[in-house]
């Protein structure tokens, strides 16, 4: 929490003392556990203030609003993205993330970990269009945009992210279920409306591509396949 409201503050600063325009990667996860799907930025969100991923939740949530408190007050030009879940060649086996997860149990051959029972949704971005939204948003001139969510609208289960990275890898990697981590969002898909016609932005990489480059890419590296560490369940899946 602190790390987003001080650390943020900090920055806001030093973008002021320089004349640099902020960039704030906020989160999919200032939604919560969403009532209105897809998620427009227009929504409020449905987050649980005292539950243990609220640190994070109303941590990025508190970070919009000192960026948008900047600039109101005239010291300062922020841009905000809402970022949802991303993923790409580079990501850490240990992050637990579901798609850094899934990818190094099934080439190490372990279980593969499932979280709940693998019907709720997710929205995956490949690395490179999300960097190319980003680039788009901070060169973006004119009147304050306000938050814009960045991701892929194609949405899919979880279950059905496992079995297409197993058939990928050829795994033969048994499945295991656990519980679901509390406040784990059931459905997560971007309404990106707002990036198409301020951005003129839209995802161009398909998911089967991304992983397939993804996969590549852990199978290459040495590293995150050797860490050997237990899975963790996912707590910040919209960051890059």
Known sequence: MMTNVLGVSHLLKLAERWGARFLLTSTSEIYGDPEVHPQPETYRGNVNPIGPRACYDEGKRAAETLSFDFERCGRGEVRVARIFNTYGPRLSAADGRVVSNLISQALSGRDITIFGDGTQTRSFCYVDDLVAGLVALMEHEGPQPGPINLGNPTELS?????????????????ITHHPLPTDDPRRRRPDITKAREVLGWRPLIPLETGLARTIAWFADADAPLSQGSAPMPELALADV
Do not use: Y
């Open 158 to 174: 979880v279950s059905r992210l496992a079995a297409d990275i197993v058939a990928m890898t050829g795994s033969r990697s048994a």
